[in-house]
């Protein structure tokens, strides 16, 4: 997979944490910087939309969301990002961290996975209200860039155990151990991406059987083992082509792992609707 762009000489708000809180009244760029931001892109950090009050709207992969009053979306490193002309409350929080910062946090949070697939949370007034105040300590210790660090640390890592919390509210169990499969499925296919793993190893790897792994994986997306991973090449070649518009379909076909680009073609049509030259136009 592509690696992602490194953070800009602008991002961090403070002296030794790369992390950046935006509000309607701190953190804003300058006109001047915010011309020479463009309108879609790929964020080299994890981001966080929370609406205290109003709504708005952003594009995440393609698919546009709306945001209403406590409801949070949030976006990971590689997923391509359009915030959209509609009018955005006066009431949120933008929050963007990248890998340093979670590598130094106590615990891991299985929400930036993604597992349930879907990029906003929900919260409950209780929850809004807790989401509410750790922003606002943030945003105080964030106004002063030599803050100690791990401050700072201690309020984020409070932040995400809220949002891991509220994203699997529905669920019986985090822990359950399919959910926990699940998820391994799913940081298997992201490193194993480009290789095009079959349903076999897929199924060793998790120790478990084929028949288990497609009733996993049916669960959760709603797809065959095999249709996720056919969506999720999908959808790294339309990444790739909105960072790459001058590479040739074989190029591409190669880059994914595809020995023969005519049979990528035909997938990419059958899957988007579109030909890959067609989406190269629409572009342009």
């Known amino acids: 997979m592509h690696s992602t762009p490194p953070l800009p000489e602008w991002f961090s708000q403070h002296n030794q944490l790369p992390i950046r809180m935006v509000t309607p009244g701190f953190g804003q760029l300058s006109p001047e ?15 966080f939309l929370f609406m205290e009050k109003g709504h708005s709207r952003y594009t995440v992969d393609l698919e546009t969301f709306n945001i209403e009053k406590h409801e949070l979306l949030f976006s990971l490193p590689h997923q391509i990002q359009q915030l959209t002309s509609a009018t955005q409350g006066n009431h949120y929080y933008k929050l963007g961290f990248d890998d340093y910062c979670l590598s130094r946090l106590p615990r891991q949070y299985a929400f930036l996975l ?4 879907q990029q906003k949370i929900r919260f409950s007034p209780a929850a809004a209200a807790r989401l509410k105040n750790i922003y606002t300590m943030l945003l105080a210790l964030l106004s002063t860039p030599d803050t100690d660090a791990e401050l700072i640390l201690a309020h984020l890592n409070s932040l995400l155990t809220e949002m891991n919390a509220a994203y699997f509210a529905n669920e019986a169990k985090q822990a359950d151990h399919k959910l926990s499969a699940f998820i391994k499925f799913k940081l298997f296919i992201e490193n194993n991406l480009t290789t095009h793993p079959s349903i076999k190893q897929i199924a060793k790897e998790l120790a478990i059987s084929t028949d288990s792994l497609y009733q996993l994986v049916k669960h959760y997306s709603g797809q065959s083992p095999k249709e996720y991973l056919t969506q999720r090449l999908m959808l790294e070649a339309r990444r790739r082509m909105y960072y ?11 880059e994914l ?9 035909r997938l990419f049509k059958k899957t988007t609707g579109k030909t890959v030259a067609t989406f190269f136009q629409d572009l342009s």
């Open 33 to 47: 910087a915010a011309a020479k931001h463009p309108s879609i892109h790929r964020l080299p950090y994890y981001f």
């Open 114 to 117: 993604n597992p349930l697939n």
């Open 244 to 254: 790459s518009q001058h590479t040739s379909v074989k190029e591409l076909a190669f």
């Open 257 to 265: 792992g595809f020995n023969d680009p005519d049979y990528f073609s």
